[in-house]
């Protein structure tokens, strides 16, 4: 007889809650935020304050078609009252809020996918558990839960699971027209990422629907339907790309992949490639114990096989194959490629995975007749080591590795967390420099903490290359000459200092081109590479030693006569 799983949802939830849990306790180890989630803070606070950012080459522009306005409205909504919630003492903690919010939406929304498809609640909770794990902090990646998972793209991603799950469910009514709906309404919060799921739908509905001529009228219905729903985001695009006027400037494709390169988002065959071969070993530890378990089912069945599998060859075509003709569209029009999100549909691909994963955990259970706890617990430490291993549980383990040192170095424990150190270093400057520094300060630096903590004007960093692709194209050459020349200044070769006479020159050129007057200007440089200082160069002295172990910071006076004030105080803090 087939043994019939047992339903115990509260222990299932249980689980997710706890797990949910752990998840933002952790969180709280980890104080590092990414360069997209700094320029996503910067957004807010531009937002809310016009003024501030006056010489950022980014952050300046006002008015609609402004480049930092490329994330959608909604988003940066959501990220504003979550910064109303939790103060702007600590501007982390609000990805740290949606983090949490966005985590137990998307376990419930996997944990119903699961049980549909296995009608087991200990299959359901295992996959739903160890479906969030991260093992790139390079998109694309499939997960949630570190901190810097926290983004708009995530966000959307919380919902894919039920979709998925009410597509399969009605593909075949008309009640397919609702979900595209809602696959695009969601899109209002991220667009890129409701574009590629409708592509991945509208290819899995017509392959299962064998290309009939119903087929292809309900899927024309479906995509007007997704328009529909995401009509406030692409109205707004419209107005922001027209604003901007939007700009097809020639370039070479070799030109293209360096820029894109130096911005971390090379997508461009053949540089893809490495990203297939990234997510490929994370796809075989799934994809091969459960092809060589469901194909001895016997008399199980399979749930949606056919749907699932359509939808795993739709996302691979959607992330390959749309993204390869957007790239040789742009090699023919001598521009840059028209579409880089197609590439994101890679991470789409991992839901049908790991729902064929847990049918599998399933049917190996009902293959097992004897020593089945021993095959319960080789799963469960499958499923240790799989999340174990993830970007999801480093705080833990960095936890355990800190206790090993402190243990192991009982009489010189300073030496055991520097990871953390320099980055709290950073942000307790840049906390300074908003209070005494004038506010028109242009800071030349590697990192972007400054525009969120420091709320000061950045010359360039690595992230600013999504706003000038699509905004600003005309000014991507420019751009990448600028992050090159600073990463040259600011990280020399090993062991060497940085050139103060070079960063003073580099300085006076970007006023040079700006045509302006030259606004106060900092040098925040790794205290490793930091020059002596000059009589172009003044060493800024930290108050009660709150930097200058890991960071050093710089006033770049001015060619001529000295007219900057070395430091300033707000009438308030007097």
């Given at each position: 007889?087939?043994?019939?799983?047992?339903?115990?949802?509260?222990?299932?939830?249980?689980?997710?809650?706890?797990?949910?849990?752990?998840?933002?306790?952790?969180?709280?180890?980890?104080?590092?935020?990414?360069?997209?989630?700094?320029?996503?803070?910067?957004?807010?606070?531009?937002?809310?304050?016009?003024?501030?950012?006056?010489?950022?080459?980014?952050?300046?522009?006002?008015?609609?078609?402004?480049?930092?306005?490329?994330?959608?409205?909604?988003?940066?909504?959501?990220?504003?009252?979550?910064?109303?919630?939790?103060?702007?003492?600590?501007?982390?903690?609000?990805?740290?809020?949606?983090?949490?919010?966005?985590?137990?939406?998307?376990?419930?929304?996997?944990?119903?996918?699961?049980?549909?498809?296995?009608?087991?609640?200990?299959?359901?909770?295992?996959?739903?558990?160890?479906?969030?794990?991260?093992?790139?902090?390079?998109?694309?990646?499939?997960?949630?839960?570190?901190?810097?998972?926290?983004?708009?793209?995530?966000?959307?991603?919380?919902?894919?699971?039920?979709?998925?799950?009410?597509?399969?469910?009605?593909?075949?009514?008309?009640?397919?027209?609702?979900?595209?709906?809602?696959?695009?309404?969601?899109?209002?919060?991220?667009?890129?990422?409701?574009?590629?799921?409708?592509?991945?739908?509208?290819?899995?509905?017509?392959?299962?629907?064998?290309?009939?001529?119903?087929?292809?009228?309900?899927?024309?219905?479906?995509?007007?339907?997704?328009?529909?729903?995401?009509?406030?985001?692409?109205?707004?695009?419209?107005?922001?790309?027209?604003?901007?006027?939007?700009?097809?400037?020639?370039?070479?494709?070799?030109?293209?992949?360096?820029?894109?390169?130096?911005?971390?988002?090379?997508?461009?065959?053949?540089?893809?490639?490495?990203?297939?071969?990234?997510?490929?070993?994370?796809?075989?530890?799934?994809?091969?114990?459960?092809?060589?378990?469901?194909?001895?089912?016997?008399?199980?069945?399979?749930?949606?096989?056919?749907?699932?599998?359509?939808?795993?060859?739709?996302?691979?075509?959607?992330?390959?194959?749309?993204?390869?003709?957007?790239?040789?569209?742009?090699?023919?029009?001598?521009?840059?490629?028209?579409?880089?999100?197609?590439?994101?549909?890679?991470?789409?691909?991992?839901?049908?995975?790991?729902?064929?994963?847990?049918?599998?955990?399933?049917?190996?259970?009902?293959?097992?007749?004897?020593?089945?706890?021993?095959?319960?617990?080789?799963?469960?430490?499958?499923?240790?080591?799989?999340?174990?291993?993830?970007?999801?549980?480093?705080?833990?383990?960095?936890?355990?590795?800190?206790?090993?040192?402190?243990?192991?170095?009982?009489?010189?424990?300073?030496?055991?967390?520097?990871?953390?150190?320099?980055?709290?270093?950073?942000?307790?400057?840049?906390?300074?420099?908003?209070?005494?520094?004038?506010?028109?300060?242009?800071?030349?630096?590697?990192?972007?903490?400054?525009?969120?903590?420091?709320?000061?004007?950045?010359?360039?960093?690595?992230?600013?290359?999504?706003?000038?692709?699509?905004?600003?194209?005309g000014r991507l050459s420019q751009w990448a000459w600028c992050l090159r020349e600073q990463r040259a200044l600011l990280k020399p070769t090993q062991s060497a200092r940085a050139d103060a006479a070079a960063i003073a020159a580099f300085v006076d050129a970007h006023w040079q081109r700006g045509g302006g007057l030259a606004a106060p200007t900092y040098l925040l440089i790794r205290a490793e590479a930091a020059p002596a200082p000059t009589d172009r160069l003044e060493e800024i002295t930290p108050p009660g030693g709150i930097w200058g172990q890991y960071w050093r910071l710089f006033l770049v006076r001015p060619a001529g006569p000295a007219t900057i004030p070395t430091l300033?105080?707000?009438?308030?803090?007097?």
């Amino acid at each position: 007889m087939r043994p019939i799983p047992a339903k115990k949802h509260h222990w299932a939830a249980a689980v997710l809650v706890a797990f949910v849990a752990g998840n933002t306790l952790l969180s709280f180890r980890q104080i590092d935020v990414s360069e997209d989630q700094a320029n996503m803070l910067a957004e807010v606070f531009k937002d809310q304050d016009p003024l501030l950012y006056p010489h950022d080459p980014i952050f300046a522009e006002a008015g609609r078609g402004a480049a930092w306005r490329a994330r959608l409205p909604a988003w940066r909504g959501l990220l504003s009252s979550a910064l109303r919630l939790v103060g702007s003492e600590e501007p982390l903690n609000a990805f740290r809020l949606i983090g949490a919010a966005a985590l137990p939406v998307y376990l419930v929304f996997m944990y119903l996918l699961l049980y549909r498809q296995t009608h087991s609640t200990s299959s359901a909770t295992l996959v739903a558990v160890i479906s969030v794990a991260i093992f790139s902090i390079k998109r694309p990646y499939w997960g949630l839960g570190p901190i810097f998972a926290a983004t708009p793209a995530n966000v959307y991603l919380a919902a894919v699971p039920l979709l998925a799950l009410l597509f399969l469910n009605s593909r075949k009514r008309w009640a397919v027209v609702g979900v595209f709906f809602l696959a695009g309404l969601a899109g209002n919060v991220h667009l890129p990422s409701a574009m590629n799921l409708v592509a991945v739908m509208l290819l899995a509905l017509l392959a299962l629907e064998r290309l009939r001529p119903r087929a292809w009228a309900v899927a024309i219905v479906c995509l007007a339907a997704a328009a529909a729903g995401a009509a406030p985001a692409l109205y707004y695009y419209e107005l922001t790309f027209h604003a901007a006027g939007l700009e097809w400037p020639a370039i070479s494709m070799p030109a293209l992949r360096g820029v894109l390169q130096l911005g971390g988002i090379n997508f461009l065959y053949p540089a893809a490639l490495e990203h297939v071969l990234r997510w490929l070993p994370v796809a075989v530890v799934l994809a091969a114990p459960a092809a060589i378990i469901l194909s001895r089912a016997g008399r199980y069945r399979v749930s949606d096989l056919p749907g699932w599998l359509w939808l795993l060859a739709a996302a691979l075509l959607v992330a390959l194959g749309l993204h390869g003709l957007s790239q040789l569209v742009g090699r023919l029009l001598g521009t840059r490629t028209p579409v880089i999100g197609f590439f994101d549909a890679l991470r789409l691909a991992m839901l049908p995975l790991y729902v064929l994963f847990a049918q599998a955990t399933v049917h190996l259970m009902r293959l097992t007749r004897r020593h089945r706890s021993w095959v319960r617990a080789g799963l469960g430490l499958l499923a240790a080591v799989y999340l174990g291993s993830s970007h999801n549980t480093r705080p833990l383990r960095h936890m355990v590795q800190d206790f090993i040192v402190d243990v192991a170095q009982e009489h010189s424990p300073a030496t055991a967390r520097p990871r953390d150190s320099a980055d709290r270093e950073l942000r307790l400057l840049a906390r300074w420099a908003d209070h005494h520094t004038p506010s028109d300060a242009l800071f030349v630096a590697d990192r972007p903490e400054i525009r969120p903590y420091g709320r000061r004007s950045l010359l360039c960093c690595q992230a600013d290359v999504r706003y000038l692709y699509h905004f600003a194209p005309g000014r991507l050459s420019q751009w990448a000459w600028c992050l090159r020349e600073q990463r040259a200044l600011l990280k020399p070769t090993q062991s060497a200092r940085a050139d103060a006479a070079a960063i003073a020159a580099f300085v006076d050129a970007h006023w040079q081109r700006g045509g302006g007057l030259a606004a106060p200007t900092y040098l925040l440089i790794r205290a490793e590479a930091a020059p002596a200082p000059t009589d172009r160069l003044e060493e800024i002295t930290p108050p009660g030693g709150i930097w200058g172990q890991y960071w050093r910071l710089f006033l770049v006076r001015p060619a001529g006569p000295a007219t900057i004030p070395t430091l300033t105080t707000r009438p308030e803090d007097t």
